[in-house]
Nanobody, 122 residues
Framework: EVQLVESGGGLVQPGGSLTLNCTPS????????IGWFRQAPGKNREAVSC????????YYADSVRGRFTISRDIAENTVYLQMNSLKSEDTAVYYC???????????????WGRGTQVTVSS
């Protein structure tokens, strides 16, 4: 059974940084595409960043490009989302998901973690 566990969320001031971790069990991080999504209250779940199994360039939403970085550590079997220069509008529950292809649509991902809360506030 595939399970994904997110960690690293918390409360941070505007301009601060956080690193989210996504650690799967039942799969290795280079077998499937991994995506980070977020959902704020009253809003749809949106793709933040996705990384493929190949060496292609990761996807970043326009709202986070230049501030967030997705990376994969095969030895640790973990995908990271480094988030810098955080803004209040980044506040959301962040989810990692795995699927067969890189996609910005949640419906293309088969497995989901339970999410980790990120709150950006002074």
């Amino acid at each position: 059974e595939v399970q994904l566990v997110e960690s690293g969320g918390g409360l941070v001031q505007p301009g601060g940084s956080l690193t989210l971790n996504c650690t799967p069990s039942g799969i290795t991080v280079h077998e499937l595409a991994i995506g980070w999504f977020r959902q704020a209250p009253g809003k749809n779940r949106e793709a933040v960043s996705c990384i493929a199994t190949s060496q292609g360039a990761p996807y970043y939403a326009d709202s986070v490009r230049g501030r967030f970085t997705i990376s994969r550590d095969i030895a640790e079997n973990t995908v990271y989302l480094q988030m810098n220069s955080l803004k209040s509008e980044d506040t959301a529950v962040y989810y990692c998901a795995s699927g067969g292809v890189v996609s910005t649509s949640p419906r293309h991902y088969n497995y989901w973690g339970r999410g980790t809360q990120v709150t950006v506030s002074s």
